[in-house]
Nanobody, 117 residues
Framework: QVQLVESGGGLVQAGGSLRLSCAAS????????MGWFRQAPGKEREFVTS????????AYADSVKGRFLISRDNAKNTVYLQMNSLRPEDTGVYSC??????????WGQGTQVTVSS
């Protein structure tokens, strides 16, 4: 089992930046691909970005390309999401998740990001 804890959310004005962190504990020896997802009020959860264990494979949703940057530090068992040029539509609960195969098996509780206009 892997436990995931997100941090770094908050309230920011449009155009501002936030950096989220996702700290993993437990069975961290496995080579998990890590992802970030978000859920806005009244909407379904959507994929934001993911990064492979080695960092060689990264994917972004079109809506965040060029603004968000995912990275990871395997020595610290932590994944980061740098969010720049934030927009009100980026508001939501951001959760990190881990997978070995194609399905994300482990999820964090999420951290709230609110972007004011």
């Amino acid at each position: 089992q892997v436990q995931l804890v997100e941090s770094g959310g908050g309230l920011v004005q449009a155009g501002g930046s936030l950096r989220l962190s996702c700290a993993a504990s437990g069975r961290t020896s496995l080579r998990y691909t890590m992802g970030w997802f978000r859920q806005a009020p009244g909407k379904e959860r959507e994929f934001v970005t993911s990064i492979s264990w080695s960092g060689s494979s990264i994917a972004y949703a079109d809506s965040v390309k060029g603004r968000f940057l995912i990275s990871r530090d395997n020595a610290k068992n932590t994944v980061y999401l740098q969010m720049n040029s934030l927009r009100p539509e980026d508001t939501g609960v951001y959760s990190c998740a881990a997978r070995i195969a194609t399905v994300y098996q482990h999820w964090g509780q999420g951290t709230q990001v609110t972007v004011s206009s």
